[in-house]
């Protein structure tokens, strides 16, 4: 007896009709269309309506970040602009229900439940499609037999995504990356829009459009919450999650990658190593680590962290950052680097919340902002490190253009106000600044915006959830340019 025949037909076209209840009532559920849109949905909706061009559409990120409720709401939307209901389909690839069927074999039960002809002017939603052994070899099939159908597919397991997309899915697929929240879109589903004004600020000599706040205090109140809890919409939203963030980040964020995405897609064998490397280098955010250290600390051979830095970096839980010398060149050698949470409040999931006066403090809020940063996936970030003679030094974060071979700005991130009245302090930003020519650059404080001028160098003063909160505004500006 086949497994297939199993299950009923009837069932699962009565599945399907529960999944899409718009074929009945004309709308998607009420509890998504209560939901707040993410500020990205404006950037990945022109792609799910482009029918007319033969690509689907590959929604990825970290679990929780929200790709499901942007598929409702995408599906909301076409409805809004009069698609028929009837011509939507959703399928959540996860449930059990559809085991043993290809996406064609699914297809054909969804025609047959609103009883369509053909799958032209179609739209088709697969939720968690890396439930789908050979996913991408499926859907590059559909993508080629149903030219006027679009399809629009999500997945958590961003590894076998990136990897399979761009290997099997070459010209068929577009990718589309949802990362965790940015400070920007915190401040946007808290309808806290009010505390923040659009100003300009000085930056060598320049007046740059700029937000700024007129209550620091507030401000700084919902940054600190956002390092403690902001990463995901529904913690956000919800005190009752934010009271047990182990139990709902660690259980259904962390775990599942750690214990079932990764292995399953690896074939990683001892898990719990895995879980506390990853434990370790979450602890330690924002610290430098050498291979030797690591293997030292943690009994991993070398060539196994390297795997695990990969793996965790491929399922969106970490950034790894390489070093530049003082004169930002790269080194030849990888001995060293530091990995960053790809946001913060996992480590609050991890452990437990930090307060203003922790002394992890400083580290979070360069986790923080470097996971801002992240969002542009083709920004090349380093941090400098130098140790020449007398010569020491360290800078935060470092851009560097891979094709004039240069820097082109550096950030020195401090949770302090302390730089501002004491410049002359900031030896190696501005060491840093003299070497590479630099005439201007940009420290972070807790509440001082301003500018001051040394050794010819003009440093700018900003606020970190101040300069946290632009570089999503700018960021999300940027990406609807392209």
């Known amino acids: 007896m086949s497994f297939d025949t199993v299950i009923p037909t009837a069932k699962r076209i009565e599945r399907l009709q529960y999944e899409n209840p718009w074929w009945t009532t004309g709308n998607v559920q009420q509890v998504y269309r209560d939901m707040i849109k993410r500020l990205y949905f404006n950037l990945f909706y022109p792609f799910v309506k482009e029918i007319d061009i033969k690509r689907a559409v590959v929604l990825m990120g970290p679990r929780r970040v929200g790709k499901t409720v942007m598929m409702f709401h995408s599906i909301q939307e076409l409805i809004q602009e009069g698609i028929s209901p009837q011509k939507i389909f959703f399928i959540g690839i996860d449930n059990p229900i559809y085991m043993h069927l290809s996406l064609e074999d699914i297809l054909l039960l969804a025609k047959e439940a609103v009883q369509v002809d053909n799958l032209d002017g179609c739209f088709v939603f697969f939720d968690e499609i890396q439930y789908l052994k050979d996913w991408e070899r499926h859907l590059k099939v559909l993508v080629d037999r149903h030219p006027k159908t679009k399809f629009v597919v999500s997945g958590s397991a961003a590894a076998a995504l990136r990897l399979q997309s761009t290997e099997s899915g070459a010209g068929r697929f577009t990718d589309f990356m949802l ?238 106000n302390r730089y501002f009245e004491k410049p002359q302090e900031l030896k190696s930003l501005l060491h840093f600044c003299r070497q590479n020519k630099f005439s201007a650059s940009l420290v972070t404080t807790i509440d001082v915006l301003g500018n001051k001028t040394i050794e010819e160098i003009n440093l700018t003063y900003v606020p970190a959830a101040v300069y946290a909160y632009n570089i999503g505004v700018n960021t999300l500006e940027l990406k609807s340019n392209w």
């Open 179 to 416: 990362p965790p929240l940015t400070f920007h879109e915190y401040i946007h589903l808290k309808g806290l829009g009010h505390l923040v004004q659009a100003k300009t600020i000085v930056y060598n000599g320049k007046q740059i459009p700029f937000f700024t706040t007129h209550d620091n205090k507030a401000f700084n109140k919902e940054f600190f919450h956002y390092l403690n809890f902001g990463g995901y919409p529904e913690v956000v939203l919800s005190e009752k999650i934010q009271s047990d963030m182990g139990r709902y980040v660690k259980s259904d964020i962390v775990d599942k990658v750690l214990l079932r995405d990764l292995p399953s897609l690896y074939g990683i064998k001892d898990v719990q190593e895995l879980n506390s490397f990853f434990t370790y280098v979450a602890y330690n955010t924002a610290n430098e680590f050498s291979f030797e250290k690591l293997s030292k600390d943690s009994g991993i051979a070398k060539e196994i962290i390297k795997k695990y830095l990969e793996y965790l970096e491929a399922a969106f839980l970490i950034k790894v950052i390489h070093k530049v010398s003082d004169t930002a060149k790269k080194f030849k050698r990888i001995t060293s680097f530091k990995v960053y949470l790809t946001n913060p409040s996992l480590r609050t999931a991890l452990f437990s919340p930090i307060t203003e006066t922790d002394h992890e403090m400083g580290n979070m809020v360069k986790t923080a902002i470097f996971s801002q940063w992240m969002h542009r996936e083709q920004l090349d970030l380093k941090y400098a490190r130098w140790k020449m003679g007398r010569s020491e030094g360290e800078v935060d974060i470092v851009l560097l253009d891979n094709k004039l071979f240069k820097p082109q700005w550096c950030v020195e991130v401090k949770w302090t």
